[in-house]
């Protein structure tokens, strides 16, 4: 015999909306500070704690880089506008706006990448082996071309999570860690709430799942179609050393940054080096590589490495927004959560409050995927 749900009340102040966040992840928790700081009851589950997955295993690079097509490029510079805001308003957040040195292009490539950024108005230049040297003295070999991005930063990412998630709380949304939804609460094509683990009903008016790995089975019986891939990404990790960068790095063989905490995160990319089928190996390939980059000489011990999984739509785009034809249903899963987390939080706080579509998600809606 299997217990029945039982519900539960559903918001602390009825004029207000209810809304469940499912996911503390720093989408999660950005999609609650920003529903919290505009007045709706808020309530923020997640099966572990505040940034405890695919965000703690984050390289965390807040950019608009290389690579993305315009319309993404413009979200990722809205995006980074709002951590500006966001650093702002939440100084305990301690985003490190130390700007990037970026030539894991060819050269042609490079002044492309210059040029096409200029224009859009991202904050970029070319710089050559003598100046390279004056932003990061501990290379080894400075590039000869390299495009410095003033305007880009780092923040630590689990502890980003952890704060948004504490701000949230301080302005009366509910957090509950070691939480697990099991599935949503549908009825007549309208989403009600969610079913936890135990069989408990929490009610709400609204809810955004931001689960990551986990929001395709979330969704799925509202009859929601969401491809997801979560290629694995290595880190490694080294012991705390004195400064030696000063901004991020990102050469052709590894993306390196140095940590708030004094140890250098690096991967084959900023998405982490494939594990393969010995990460051991391809850890201790890397910890090389990082050698190589910063000279023999410079001490470095390699302390560990974390393999993480990246949640990205089909498309490699994000998937943001209400759920069409389902009422009271949201979703927000991407890769790029770092970057990305406070435009999100914004819009979609805006969008479930308000009804308002923000044209810079028009092409990113999960819709997309229908059939």
């Keep these: 015999m299997t217990s029945q749900p039982h519900a539960v009340s559903s918001s ?36 572990a704690r505040p940034g405890g997955v695919a965000t703690a295993a984050s390289f965390a690079w807040i950019n608009a880089s290389w690579g993305n097509p315009e319309p993404y490029v413009r979200l ?17 957040l301690k985003v490190a706006w130390t700007g990037g040195l970026l030539w894991d292009l060819p050269e042609d490539d490079l002044r492309a990448f210059a040029a096409a950024h200029t224009a859009h108005g ?7 082996a003598a100046e390279a040297h004056r932003l990061e003295p501990a290379i080894a070999v400075p590039p000869t071309l390299a495009v410095h991005a003033r305007g880009e930063a ?27 939804v099991a599935a949503l609460s549908l009825a007549d094509g309208r989403v009600g709430g969610v079913v936890l683990a135990d069989g408990t009903v929490v009610a709400a008016d609204h809810v955004i799942v931001a689960a990551g ?26 012991s705390p050393v004195p400064k030696l960068l000063n901004g991020l790095v990102m050469a052709p063989a590894l993306h390196v940054r140095q940590a708030a905490d004094g140890r250098l995160v690096a991967g084959a990319d900023f998405g982490g080096a494939d594990p393969g089928t010995d990460a051991t190996a391809t850890a201790d390939r890397v910890f090389a590589d990082l050698r190589s980059l910063l000279g023999a000489d410079t001490p470095l011990t390699l302390d560990g490495f974390t393999v993480g999984c990246r949640p990205t739509p089909a498309d490699g785009f994000p998937a943001v927004g209400r759920i069409a034809g389902v009422e009271g249903l949201s979703v927000a899963v991407m890769h790029s959560g770092v970057t990305l987390a406070p435009a999100i939080g914004a819009f979609l706080a805006d969008e479930v409050l308000t009804g308002r579509r923000e044209p810079l998600l028009s092409p990113y809606r999960p819709e997309r995927f229908a059939g």
């Design 213 to 238: 790995v986990a929001t395709p089975g979330l969704v799925a019986p509202a009859g929601v179609t969401l491809p997801l891939t979560d290629p694995p990404g290595l880190l490694i990790r080294t």
């Design 12 to 47: 602390p102040a009825a004029a207000q909306p209810h809304v469940i966040v499912v996911g503390a992840g720093i989408i999660g928790a950005s999609i609650a500070w920003h529903l919290a700081r505009r007045g709706a009851a808020v309530t923020l589950l997640d099966a």
């Design 76 to 92: 990722r510079m809205a995006a980074m506008a709002g951590w500006r805001g966001l650093d702002a308003e939440l100084p305990a």
């Design 122 to 128: 991202y904050a970029v230049r070319l710089v050559d």
């Design 154 to 180: 780092a923040v630590e990412p689990a502890a980003a999570a952890e704060t948004l998630a504490a701000a949230a709380v301080e302005r009366g949304a509910t957090l509950r860690t070691d939480t697990t």
